[in-house]
């Protein structure tokens, strides 16, 4: 089965400052999720990436897949306290989907 | 917009209840999902359904069964609750792939 690694595992940063969030596969990512959890609430979907060197944004979040699709990076730019919350990466594994272990990020006013 | 509707935001049950969690959703979605989520182990798969009547297994189905007698409803039933299934359990629902629409969640505590 697939093994997504996430790194960090949490994050506190200052409110303006920019961030990156890690995802790593064991295997090649065919179709890389990136979901947002506020604390103690539901994922929301942001991106999905398919394409190897595909890059998507969505306001301040941009989320890239590495040519060999074997890793995906969610940066923030210019942080807000509403960007906080747990971000995961999810991926299409064989009918199913896998989930890292999450990144929790802290965003200090 | 999605909506998927969790019964019981959150539940305290007692070692040997039975316990029902509802998921509803309101856009005639093919696939449900039931998920746990625990700390450190991200969310790990315990049921899902691609039609009604139908389920398959996740990675632990162990001490867990559903029922989808109707295409927007799908529950996750814990026939005799123990204490090491505390935890946050997430449905989800999705037309096509993967793009999941997750409810609030439902946190259950088995005292």
């Known amino acids: 089965s697939q093994e997504l690694e996430q790194s960090p595992q949490s994050l506190i940063v200052q409110e303006g400052k920019n961030l990156t969030i890690n995802c790593t596969s064991s295997?090649?990512?065919?179709?890389l999720y990136w979901y947002k959890q506020k604390y103690g609430e539901g994922l929301i979907f942001l991106m999905m990436?398919?394409?190897?060197?595909e890059e998507k944004s969505h306001e301040k979040i941009t989320a890239k897949l590495d040519e060999k699709k074997q890793q995906s990076s969610l940066h923030i730019t210019a942080s807000q306290p509403s960007h906080a919350g747990i971000y995961l990466c999810?991926?299409?594994?064989?009918?199913?989907?896998?989930f890292g272990a999450g990144t929790r990020l802290t965003v200090k006013p | 917009d999605v909506k998927v509707t969790q019964s019981s935001r959150y539940l305290v049950k007692r070692t040997g209840e039975k316990v029902f969690l509802e998921c509803v959703q309101d856009?005639?979605?093919?696939?449900m999902f039931w998920y746990r989520q625990d700390p450190g182990l991200g969310l790990r798969l315990i049921y899902f359904?691609?039609?009604?009547?139908?389920?398959e297994k996740g990675d632990i189905p162990e001490g867990y069964s559903v029922s989808r007698e109707k295409k927007e409803r799908f529950s996750l039933i814990l026939e005799s609750a123990s204490t090491n299934q505390t935890s946050m359990y997430l449905c989800?629902?999705?037309?096509?792939?993967?793009?999941?629409?997750f409810g609030e969640g439902s946190r259950l505590t088995v005292l």
């Open positions: 989800a629902s999705s037309l096509y792939g993967w793009e999941l629409f």
């Open positions: 295997k090649t990512l065919y179709g």
């Open positions: 990436l398919q394409k190897g060197g």
């Open positions: 999810g991926a299409d594994d064989n009918n199913d989907m896998r």
């Open positions: 856009m005639d979605h093919e696939n």
């Open positions: 359904s691609y039609d009604v009547k139908m389920k």
